[in-house]
């Protein structure tokens, strides 16, 4: 029982993954009655070990090496450089019907179980693909049509298996986004496709209600992933003009070296105050608010994960606005003579200040959230998820590190707007740290974000050190980020920082 509460406190108000009571009842008649039927159906089995796994692996929170443990801090019964769980996923996905042709809908709770623990393997492709097959079984059985569409099976339902059934296509569904902006790939399903409506609870009879958490939660979770997988797939193209009519205006093969347009601009803008309005609307039990010290009211589990998840949206949404900032301040570096440096293109100068000021704000709120979750034991230490808002927070942090707290023009200070504050300076390092110990408890996402980041930085450090001391570019050696050569430049005046260091990437 604790193992299923360790699910249900971690991922268990983002999205539904089964009913509560009837899961809990099920468990008890596999213990009362082992040799039963239904204890030794492959699908339960399959289901039963997936949770198992999700329960280890959101239960495992310490920082500390258990007793049963090796000095590494991987568990005696896991292999080398898997997550908490892993024994048990392994069964399950062993146990798993690959492709069902009669799928049911505890067969996709499985699916979505298991792609939530792909991720903490950093297995995205796998989780993706996990997902599609989830989807596809969802819209085999019409989850995604509302029961008054046409008659059939699903219409003589009692309303709690209606209601359990409709929340879990919205969990086929949030991981559908969840999986496509990760991947920079096309949804599984288009919005118009559906007719059922948001979890509600007001349906339900008293003693069902116990089977489903508050219906607010998740839909405020379903909400920001929407908007997310709208504003990432307009803005970085990969969806196509079917989802997005102006996703000619996209980044999808646009060069980073080059001045943002007004469109580009217009459109991260559009976003941005789509994402300000659903935060703004929040309903009053998942808002945060400041403190007369500053400190965040109303933070728990819930709250943190819902805005963690905004906060990377704005994070990722806003980021080639500080690629242009960056880029522009290193063209003015490397003019001969540096006379005049104007950092922010005419026209765009306050919108490119306004997304610099709110990313760096959405970066230290992630580090509070996060630092929060870790003096309170609970931040996930082995999620891919708590990893992925500490990296996201830290190239934010990164890049707004590298441009100087003050440029002269004519001995006289150009503009303080652009400073890195101690503030900042401390939200890294928080970043940082949280990744840090992820990693060095045996977090696989959390190693790979902490190399990424070492790179980046390395790369800043050894850029800003080249046009300190007008170091040729060509003379400098790189770091790779991703596999490819970083070390060739153009031979004309039009290089950029973007493209050497990496930064075209959207991850």
């Not at 996703?247 to 559009?270: P, R, V």
Request: glycine residues 4%.
């Amino acid at each position: 029982m604790h193992l299923i509460q360790c699910v249900e406190s971690a991922i268990g108000h983002e999205q539904h993954y089964f009913r509560r009571q009837q899961l809990r009842t099920k468990l008890a008649q596999m213990y009362q009655n082992p040799e039963s039927t239904q204890s030794k159906d492959q699908g339960w089995l399959c289901h039963w070990l997936a949770i198992l796994a999700l329960g280890e692996l959101y239960g495992n929170n310490s920082q500390t090496a258990p007793a049963d443990v090796h000095e590494n801090c991987r568990p005696l019964s896991e292999p080398d450089d898997e997550p908490p769980g892993a024994r048990y996923y392994h069964q399950s996905v062993a146990f798993l019907q690959q492709v069902a042709e009669n799928p049911n809908v505890q067969y996709i709770e499985t699916l979505s179980l298991l792609a939530i623990y792909a991720f903490s393997m950093d297995k995205i492709n796998t989780a993706y693909m996990y997902n599609g097959l989830s989807m596809r079984g969802a819209l085999s059985l019409g989850l995604h049509r509302s029961p008054q569409d046409a008659p059939s099976e699903r219409s003589n339902l009692p309303e709690a298996e209606l209601e359990h059934q409709k929340r879990v296509f919205w969990t086929v569904y949030y991981q559908d986004l969840l999986t496509t902006t990760t991947t920079g790939r096309p949804w599984g399903i288009l919005d118009d496709e559906i007719t059922i409506d948001y979890a509600d609870s007001s349906r339900l009879a008293s003693e069902s209600l116990m089977d489903f958490f508050d219906p607010e939660e998740s839909n405020a979770h379903l909400e920001i992933m929407r908007l997310r997988g709208q504003a990432y797939s307009s803005l970085y193209g990969y969806a196509g003009t079917a989802i997005n009519p102006y996703s000619h205006i996209s980044l999808f093969d646009f060069d980073l070296g080059s001045c943002l347009s007004q469109q580009h601009l217009d459109k991260m803008e559009e976003f941005n105050q789509g994402l300000l309005a659903w935060h703004r609307d929040l309903p009053v039990q998942l808002q945060l608010a400041q403190s007369w010290d500053g400190s965040l009211l109303n933070l728990n589990r819930v709250t943190a994960s819902l805005h963690l998840v905004y906060h990377q949206t704005i994070l990722v949404l806003l980021r080639p606005a500080l690629v242009n900032i960056y880029n522009d301040w290193f063209e003015a570096q490397t003019k001969q003579p540096a006379t005049t440096i104007e950092i922010f293109p005419t026209g765009s100068k306050s919108m490119l200040q306004a997304f610099r000021h709110a990313s760096l704000e959405s970066a230290r709120e992630t580090a509070t959230i996060l630092q929060w979750l870790n003096h309170q034991g609970a931040l996930a230490i082995y999620s891919y998820f708590d990893a992925s808002y500490a990296f996201t927070a830290a190239i934010t942090l990164y890049l707004a590190r590298l441009t100087p707290p003050s440029i002269h023009i004519h001995a006289r200070l150009y503009n303080t707007s652009i400073s890195f504050t101690d503030e900042d300076q401390g939200a890294l390092n928080t970043s940082l740290s949280i990744l840090g110990q992820q990693s060095s408890a045996g977090n696989v996402p959390a190693r790979e974000f902490q190399r990424q980041l070492r790179v980046l930085d390395n790369n800043l450090q050894a850029l800003h050190t080249a046009l300190t001391n007008r170091v040729v570019l060509d003379d400098l050696n790189f770091d790779d980020l991703d596999g490819t050569d970083l070390t060739t430049f153009p031979s004309n005046s039009n290089a950029n920082a973007s493209t050497s260091l990496g930064l075209q990437t959207t991850s």
